[in-house]
């Protein structure tokens, strides 16, 4: 999804989704042909409030930073099926397999 659209689901403005950006409690990549920020939909849930950015996602992308991923590698780590799970890590992370994921993302080190 795009910023914009982030911003219209979480009922926030453009700005606040930049900052979670920045502060690493969302994750996004570049793509098409004018480069626009994307971010995988998936690290959005809906809480008892309403939509609202999956808490577990932050460690996990703190995490494969520091293992050297960048971000567009990171996403792609957190959306690919991995044999371990059954599933692509954020779907793990939505089901509540902080741990076991956590665990596969300190295997990247």
Same mark, same amino acid.
């Given at each position: 999804m795009t910023v914009p659209e982030c911003a219209e689901m979480l009922g926030?403005?453009?700005?606040?989704?930049? *900052?979670? %950006?920045?502060e690493r409690h969302l994750i996004s990549v570049r793509r098409g042909e004018n480069n626009a920020v994307y971010l995988p939909a998936g690290q959005i849930v809906e809480g008892e409030n309403g939509p609202e950015v999956l808490a577990t996602?932050?460690?996990t992308i703190i995490l494969l930073g520091d293992a050297? %991923?960048?971000?567009?590698?990171?996403?792609?780590?957190?959306?690919?099926?991995?044999? *371990?799970?059954g599933e692509s890590? %954020?779907?793990a992370l939505r089901s509540g397999k902080r741990a076991h994921v956590r665990r596969l993302a300190q295997s990247v080190l």
């Open positions: 926030v403005p453009l700005s606040r989704v930049r *900052e979670l %950006l920045r996602v932050r460690g050297g %991923l960048s971000d567009a590698a990171a996403v792609e780590w957190l959306l690919e099926e991995h044999d *371990e799970l890590p %954020l779907e």
